[in-house]
T-cell receptor
């Protein structure tokens, strides 16, 4: 009964390919996120969805497209993969409380390697 | 804008040593403050949090006090263990943006 799950855990692919990462949360939260963590462990938010609506869209190439079919799922599709996309991608979820985000719960991460 | 600055690592200590990891913040309004921990090969998990000035968050022997006058939220532990080796992230949320701002992370290694 994992709270936030991601698939796949590892993804190795060639430059130029298109790939997707899936995320699901069973916590009943209304907000979900995608983060990118680089090799130096720096964590950068990419997107956030609240009740299936995009609310945060940081400066991310438009090759990255998130999709939220329902509140419990937030998938990330990446077109035309580049070497610099290699990183660990984390999904997270939280519940907005009085307009502020409460504790975020993270998935185990997806390590993407682009060759 | 809002930001979090934490001490650069890596920090290497011997088992049972005293730990301090400094964290200062810049924020408008009244932020909530967090420490997250990332063990090797895992995602981040909440270690402790404080939601208003002078609150002390504590968990697993770690503690941090929300100091509004110095805009700080330093993490401390009296006696570290090898199992505390991880990367520690200070973070804040403020306002209605639903966004959490993370510091750059501090890698902690504990020698037996």
């Amino acid at each position: 009964d994992t709270a936030v799950s991601q698939t796949p855990k590892y993804l190795v692919t060639q430059m130029g390919n298109d790939k997707s990462i899936k995320c699901e949360q069973n916590l009943g939260h209304d907000t979900m996120y995608w983060y990118k963590q680089d090799s130096k462990k720096f964590l950068k938010i990419m997107f956030s969805y609240n009740n299936k609506e995009l609310i945060i869209n940081e400066t991310v190439p438009n090759r990255f497209s998130p999709k939220s079919p329902d509140k419990a799922h937030l998938n990330l599709h990446i077109n035309s993969l580049e070497l610099g996309d290699s990183a660990v991608y984390f999904c997270a979820s939280s519940q907005l409380v009085s307009g502020n985000t409460d504790t975020q719960y993270f998935g185990p991460g997806t390590r993407l390697t682009v060759l | 804008g809002n930001s979090v600055t934490q001490m650069e690592g890596p920090v290497t200590l011997s088992e049972e040593a005293f730990l301090t990891i400094n964290c200062t913040y810049t924020a408008t309004g009244y932020p909530s403050l967090f420490w997250y921990v990332q063990y090797p090969g895992e995602g981040l998990q909440l270690l402790l949090k404080a939601t208003k000035a002078d609150d002390k968050g504590s968990n697993k022997g770690f503690e941090a006090t929300y100091r509004k006058e110095t805009t700080s939220f330093h993490l401390e532990k009296g006696s570290v263990q090898v199992s505390d080796s991880a990367v520690y992230f200070c973070a804040l949320t403020s306002g209605s943006a639903s966004k959490i701002i993370f510091g750059s992370g501090t890698r902690l290694s504990i020698r037996p």
